[in-house]
């Protein structure tokens, strides 16, 4: 017997939810094989030295939706998680003004008292709906989705502890959660707030990802969908891993590793064996094949069904499925190694504001506007964004003295008219650079080295279908049920012993690795759909 | 943490730098290492309370009454200018968002107090009311001067006639030449008063009620004596014996002014209230919860302190934690409140008690943790206020 006879199963991507689904196969005694193709793990959870010295988090850059079940069970603390809080989000204004929610609630209100004595009260009683909101949407995150369609005895049980889940909710919150299921963030918000940039800052959490407008119905609940990360308890928190969210990857593949599972890097899968319908094993770049009685997916639902697979191998309306899930791109990354700290013309200086998230959202239309460019085909001119500055909450990511800064840009679309090329990146480059130097106008001359990610480059070099952060739009039309497609919501494919565990199914991108745990749990369970 | 704008006078006295945030604001907790001096000081002379980090609302307008008499309990029409009425308001289901006291400075003007901000509460149930709310918690210091000589501290700065100003009553005085508000409220269960003014003026007022007091024995006070009083005095504290609806995650959370023994605020002949409905219905059947005071029984205190080797220790200071109580089929209420009254030498608490367990003179226990045990001492359902004296409204 070769080697590959070894082992029981297949993953195939050592991103965070593929090393998930690894470690709690192997948690059950399965002797597992992940297979990454870059040469470290992580996938979009990745820290890379790109310039000497500077630690950057090249793609996902904040933690907050992981699910705290994983980190207890696999015992991450252990294996070197640390998350650092992120405790306040700066809003510079372009007039000069700022707006700044801060961990402390007196301080907050204080802060949007000042913008609007209503909505310093209004912004207390939406904390409290969306502390409710998440409470009654918080068990779908860690439940495997039922099929509304079948009759399985297994569905139907599903389907009526949801059932009575919501009905527990009582008439106002239920009817509250349909809004936030239908609405867009900025109708939304419009209800609540009538301070602008307060509103277009919570809006931001609304289409971060999505190839939508803060005006686009169904924003409301990707909203939502940022409210349910929770640390220690505590809903709504975001966090920064030590060492950058490759620290997450790694911890996990720590975890992985001491239960016996065996990861090979620079290691890329051409394509899933399949003999009588059934995954048998995997077909290397390079010609060499491995032989396993259950293949897994951590790649996005495009890429795995429609490059890995033979076609020939799945019904048709299956295939028909996943070329309609929509997974286009919509946000690119600049990461900046800078020589000072930049300093806010609104609030001068280094301070607790630079500590926490930094959002360019000064209003609504905004925000609306950097999606009209996005909608015709151009990267944003003034672009939202979501900056950290890694280096003030772990020194380790900068040499002393000196900083990372990580910006999150939205909206870069994948399909820019003209394609992305060298000199398109650079030009999106200057525009998020220009955009913020409005705000910190030294923020020029102190950078010494500069990352720009395109949806593009998240294609090529992180295999993300239309570079999309999620695997996958997180709208509702592919959330829950129809997560990647109707019917196969439950991690199983249509090919038997091939299954998909990475963010293209339930619940869906982030750090979460919801996905992951859930894929491994329904695979030890067994069986057929 | 901002200080108030009493805080140039109140951080130089806080020895103790004992300080607690309230509303936003520093607030001290004590000004003595140790409280006792500063409780007393309420009971038999005079303690000085900065209650600036109450919110303050103006409310003003020809609708004013109209809108008042909608939003609170009780019977705004009742209250002629110059009263000043305690009262709660509820939510659509009749429980309670917040308490507080509402003076009648004119015919279209209103003072409000409350724990927690109202504004947009206030705003929602104005729809087409001629009435305006304005802000004033910031612009207004407050300061609570309570104890038996506190009428003697104000009337010898003022030629205006203290005496005239009867229990829940509101007047426009100079108080050693600064313009203030005087009313006879408190948070103590004693003669007191609570005098508002100008942030700018609050620094002079200070200095002209310590000036004044000196010779009647006045002692800054902070918030760890005040609490021993207010439950002497069996008034409820927002947040701590009740959870505002607000803030509550539970339906099961929320109280209404009934189950909080305050149906005396609830005028149901009232035509329309927010709450109304749910609260004439609960009127008819009962509540089925009631907040009530509690006796703890010294001997049984004394049995189970004795049962670990000790003799009774009693809490030095209020208490704010849930605590069980038990009846005979096990725990009907909880205590949310408590302390050892130095004054009546008996321990009591505030407790929400279910049906039966409530009705007074009712045997119950609570715990009491003795050297790490959790026991069981017993206790009465009394009448509140535990304290009362004739001077508070003579």
Known sequence: ?529 | MPGTPLHERTSALCRASNWRRWGGFLAAGSYDLYHDREYWAIRNAAGLIDVSPLYKYLIRGPDAVRFLDRLVTRNVRKCAVGRVMYTPWCDGDGKVIDDGTLARLDEGVFRLTSADPSLLWFHDNAAGMDVSFEDVSERTAALALQGPNARKILQALTSADMDGLRFFGVMDVDLAGIPVSVSRTGYTGDLGYEVWVDAAQAIPLWDALMESGRSYGIVPTGLMALDMARIEAGLVLVTVDYVPTHQALLESQKSTPLELGLAWTVDLDKEHFVGRDALARQAETGPEWRLRGLEIDWVSLEQAYGSAGLPPMVPSSAWRTSVPVYGGRGQVGYATSGCWSPLLKKYIALAHLEGTAGVLGTSLEMEVTVEHQRLRAAATVVETPFFDPPRKRG
């Open chain 1, 1 to 529: 017997m070769g080697r590959e006879a070894a082992y029981d199963a297949i993953v195939i991507g050592g991103g965070h939810n593929g090393l998930t689904t690894a470690a709690y196969l192997a948690r059950a005694g399965r002797n597992v094989l992940v297979l990454e193709r870059r040469h470290l793990v992580g996938g979009s959870t990745v820290t890379e030295e790109v310039f000497p010295g500077f630690k950057f988090s090249v793609l996902s850059y904040v933690v907050s939706l992981l699910r705290p079940e994983i980190i207890r069970e696999l015992e991450l603390p252990r294996h070197g998680l640390e998350i650092l809080p992120l405790e306040s989000t700066f809003t510079p204004l372009p007039n000069g003004d700022q707006l700044t929610r801060w961990a402390d609630h007196d301080q907050t209100r204080r802060e949007i008292y000042r913008h609007s004595p209503l909505d310093a009260d209004a912004y207390d009683r939406f904390g409290q709906l969306m502390y409710r909101m998440a409470l009654a949407v918080k068990p779908i995150l860690s439940m495997v989705p039922p099929d509304p369609t079948s009759l399985s005895r297994k569905d139907l049980r599903g389907l009526l502890s949801l059932g009575k889940h919501f009905r527990d909710l009582g008439e106002a919150d239920f009817f509250m959660l349909y809004k936030l299921m239908t609405m867009s963030s900025a109708d939304f918000l419009d209800e609540w707030f009538e301070t602008d940039p307060l509103k277009a800052t919570m809006s931001a959490s609304g289409i971060i990802g999505t190839f939508l407008g803060p005006r686009s119905p169904g924003t409301a609940y990707v909203q939502l969908h940022h409210y349910m990360g929770e640390i220690d308890g505590a809903f709504r928190a975001w966090g920064f891993a030590r060492g950058g969210t490759g620290a997450v990857a790694d911890s996990i593949a720590s975890a992985a590793r001491e239960l016996g599972v065996t990861i090979r890097n620079d290691t890329a899968v051409e394509q899933v064996i399949v003999r009588g319908g059934r995954a048998v094993g995997v077909a290397l770049e390079g010609g060499e094949e491995v032989r396993a009685p259950t293949v897994i997916s951590g790649l996005d639902p495009r890429r795995t069904f429609l490059h890995l697979v033979d076609e020939g191998d799945l019904p048709p309306d299956f295939v028909q499925s996943i070329r309609r899930y929509r997974s286009v791109g919509s946000s690119g990354k600049v990461n900046l190694a800078l020589g000072e700290l930049p300093n806010f013309t609104s609030l001068p200086g280094d301070g607790d504001h630079l500590r926490g998230a930094i959002s360019i959202s000064p209003s609504q239309d905004y925000l609306e506007r950097a999606y009209d460019d996005a909608k015709y085909g151009e990267f944003s001119r003034h672009p939202y964004m979501d900056v950290i500055i890694p280096s003030l909450i772990d020194p380790g990511m900068a040499p002393p003295g000196k900083h990372v800064m990580s910006c999150f840009v939205q909206y870069a679309p994948y399909k820019l008219n003209g394609g992305w090329n060298d000199e398109r990146r650079e030009a999106f480059g200057d525009a998020v650079i220009d955009t913020l130097s409005e705000y910190a106008p030294n923020l020029k001359s102190a950078i010494i080295h500069r990352q720009v990610v395109t949806p593009q480059d998240m294609e090529d070099e992180f295999g993300l279908t239309g570079g999309n952060i999620f695997h996958g739009e997180l709208s509702l039309q592919q959330l829950f049920f129809l997560r990647p497609a109707p019917r196969w919501a439950n991690y199983r494919t249509p090919i038997r012993d091939f299954y998909l565990c990475g963010s293209g199914a339930h619940p869906g991108g982030g750090i979460c690795g919801g996905p992951g745990r859930l894929a491994a749990l329904e695979i030890l369970k067994g069986g057929a759909r």
